[in-house]
């Protein structure tokens, strides 16, 4: 069995940036192994192992693929098993720069593109499975809220466009939960204003679409003035 940290927490380091969470990703080992060396950790996942442990989460390495019922982001089949390896898992994650994991020595492992886009501020989609959990778009619009400077990637925003259609299998409950955390950001506006760039504002808040403002000087606004 092999821990590493993983995800923002490891983002945010490298940004020396204060993190509130940290997540660890098991590799290599079953729920019963991890429990045998972790007593009192609490499962909290549905549909796969995740662990609450001296309140720290515990999420074993795990493929995702979206099955014969197109369900929005409920619709996955979730492989876990022991041979699930660290660079698979970080290939299921939403964005480049939320690739990175670090060991137990201090090595990184990440996406090859990861410390170019987190050098030049780019929240890219890590890849094209991007397009099978709708609520990533909502995601996209929340990291952009969470880290000023930062923009997204034309291809990410075209991406996004194309997923429009999708938005509507995901529930309220998903939307206000992303809407609720991006209200905790410095920069809320921009939820706004990236969901209304790549054209996915309309269907969940159809008021502020009619009324949105794109400023001249919004990171993502370069040649988007022409496109809706």
């Known amino acids: 069995m092999k821990i590493y940290k993983v995800g923002g927490c490891v983002r945010d380091e490298l940004l020396n940036k204060p993190s509130h969470d940290t997540d660890y990703v098991v590799v290599g080992a079953s729920p019963e192994e991890f429990l045998a060396e972790h007593p009192g950790a609490k499962c909290v996942g549905r549909g796969?192992?995740?662990?609450?442990?001296?309140?720290?989460?515990y999420a074993f390495a795990r493929k995702e693929r979206l099955g014969c019922r197109r369900e929005g982001h409920r619709g996955f089949e979730v492989d876990y098993c022991k041979s699930v390896t660290l660079l698979e898992d970080l290939e299921r994650r939403d964005l480049t720069i939320n690739t990175f994991a670090k060991g137990a020595d201090g090595t990184l492992y990440h996406?090859?593109?990861?410390?170019?886009?987190?050098e030049n501020k780019v929240l890219r989609h890590t890849s094209d499975a991007f397009r099978e959990d709708p609520l990533r778009v909502f995601r996209v619009a929340r990291f952009a809220c969470q880290l000023p400077g930062f923009s997204v990637a034309p291809e990410t925003y075209e991406l996004m466009g194309k997923m429009k259609v999708s938005l509507e299998t995901l529930s309220g409950e998903r939307v206000?939960?992303?809407?609720?955390?991006t209200l905790?950001?410095?920069s809320p506006e921009r939820f706004f204003q990236?969901?209304?760039i790549a054209d996915c504002l309309d269907y969940w808040f159809p008021e502020i679409a009619a009324c949105v403002d794109v400023p001249a000087g919004h990171p993502d606004k370069h040649g988007q003035e022409?496109?809706?």
């Open 48 to 57: 796969f192992p995740v662990y609450l442990y001296d309140g720290d989460e």
């Open 111 to 118: 996406d090859p593109r990861a410390p170019k886009d987190l």
């Open 194 to 196: 990236v969901l209304y």
């Open 176 to 181: 206000f939960k992303e809407l609720q955390k």
């Open 184 to 186: 905790c950001t410095v």
């Open 226 to 228: 022409d496109v809706f």
